[in-house]
C-alpha cells in the first residue's frame, strides 16, 4: 500500500556532503511522522531522524549537529542533508514512517513496507 522511493545516496569522501531525497506515495503523506533509517552490513536498521508531521525534527545522537532532516508536505517529500559525513555513516538509508523506535529488528522490519533505500559510502 505504501510506497517510499529513495534517492541521492553515492561515495563521498570524509568530510563531504550529501543530501537524500525519499518520494513517497499517498494523499495524506502530511498527516504522518517520517523518519530516516540506516542498516550497515551485519547491524540492525537503526534510526536516523524523525521529522512530525508539522516539522519538528529529532536526531540520533550519532548524527545530530551533523545532519537535517526536512519535509516538504506539498510535494509528499522528506529530505536528509548530510554534512561532516564519517566512515561510520556508510549505510543503505531508508526513508519510511516514524515507526517509534531506535531500531528495527527483523520481525518488525518484515511487518513494513520499504524502499530498496540509497547507498551511501564514505570513503577516502
Known amino acids: 500500500q505504501v510506497q517510499f522511493v529513495e534517492s541521492g545516496g553515492g561515495l563521498v569522501q570524509p568530510g563531504g556532503s550529501l543530501r537524500l531525497s525519499c518520494a513517497a506515495s499517498?494523499?495524506?503523506?502530511?498527516?504522518?511522522?517520517m523518519a530516516w533509517y540506516r542498516q550497515a552490513p551485519g547491524n540492525q536498521r537503526e534510526l536516523v531522524a524523525t521529522i512530525t508531521s508539522d516539522g519538528i525534527p529529532n536526531y540520533a545522537d550519532s548524527v545530530k549537529g551533523r545532519f537535517t532532516i526536512s519535509r516538504d508536505n506539498a510535494k509528499n517529500m522528506v529530505y536528509l542533508q548530510m554534512n561532516s559525513l564519517k566512515p561510520e555513516d556508510t549505510a543503505v538509508y531508508y526513508c519510511?514512517?516514524?515507526?517509534?523506535?531506535?531500531?528495527?529488528?527483523?520481525?518488525?522490519?518484515?511487518?513494513?513496507?520499504w524502499g530498496q533505500g540509497t547507498q551511501v559510502t564514505v570513503s577516502s
Open positions: 519510511n514512517l516514524d515507526l517509534g523506535r531506535a531500531v528495527v529488528p527483523d520481525t518488525v522490519l518484515r511487518r513494513n513496507y
Open positions: 499517498g494523499s495524506i503523506f502530511s498527516i504522518y511522522a
